[in-house]
Antibody, heavy 114, light 107 residues
Framework: QVQLQQSGAELVKPGTSVKLSCKASGYTFTSNHMNWIKQTTGQGLEWIGIINPGSGGTSYNVKFKGKATLTVDKSSSTAFMQLSSLTPEDSAVYYC???????WGQGTLVTVSS | DIQMTQSPSFLSASVGDRVTINCKASQNINKYLDWYQQKHGEAPKLLIYNTNNLQTGIPSRFSGSGSGTDYTLTISSLQPEDVATYFC?????????FGAGTKLELK
């Protein structure tokens, strides 16, 4: 069955970066685009961007350009999202979602605090 | 960006009730509208894709309809396990955008 296993919770300091992972199993990794979504209590759900694991091609929400960088490692069927120059406003649960958003990871909680 | 206005924000209903949740897009989204259910502490779960297609494994009491800018999720007979927050998502054009959510509770 399709599974997306995300990396564990992160507590990070303002101004630093963090790299989240999403390991896919149960399907051909390169056959489905991978979305990344941010969820906060205040802003709700926000679509960050999408990556084509086969080509590496990406499309970003303008709001997250310069903040998020999406990459993949085809050899390990893993998608990554690096978040840079972190501020408290980046504190959220981040999800990966594949298969036209039918399959979601369990989410990674990122807390930005000094 | 396409704005998605979801209503109501909060809904209280009894077991067996017919429940409807609405999403209105700021422009025509050509039926590229999905509905998700999210229970506390869990990831969203896809219920309906492209307006009216039931995702595999989802009970038939869930249905979707709509066109143009106006879309509806219907639960034909509310069950206790349907207590959750429901979101719509338009994927007609990027950036994809979500509704603000409808929190559904039992009366």
């Amino acid at each position: 069955q399709v599974q997306l296993q995300q990396s564990g919770a992160e507590l990070v300091k303002p101004g630093t970066s963090v790299k989240l992972s999403c390991k896919a199993s149960g399907y051909t990794f390169t056959s489905n685009h991978m979305n990344w979504i941010k969820q906060t209590t205040g802003q709700g759900l926000e679509w960050i961007g999408i990556i084509n694991p086969g080509s590496g091609g990406t499309s970003y929400n303008v709001k997250f350009k310069g903040k998020a960088t999406l990459t993949v490692d085809k050899s390990s069927s893993t998608a990554f999202m690096q978040l840079s120059s972190l501020t408290p406003e980046d504190s959220a649960v981040y999800y990966c979602a594949s298969g036209a958003r039918a399959y979601w990871g369990q989410g990674t909680l990122v807390t930005v605090s000094s | 960006d396409i704005q998605m206005t979801q209503s109501p924000s909060f809904l209280s209903a009894s077991v067996g009730d017919r429940v409807t949740i609405n999403c209105k897009a700021s422009q025509n989204i050509n039926k590229y509208l999905d509905w998700y259910q999210q229970k506390h502490g869990e990831a969203p779960k896809l219920l309906i894709y492209n307006t009216n297609n039931l995702q595999t494994g989802i009970p038939s009491r869930f249905s979707g309809s709509g066109s143009g800018t106006d879309y509806t999720l219907t639960i034909s007979s509310l069950q206790p396990e349907d207590v959750a927050t429901y979101f719509c998502l338009q994927h007609s054009s990027r950036p994809y955008t979500f509704g603000a959510g409808t929190k559904l509770e039992l009366k």
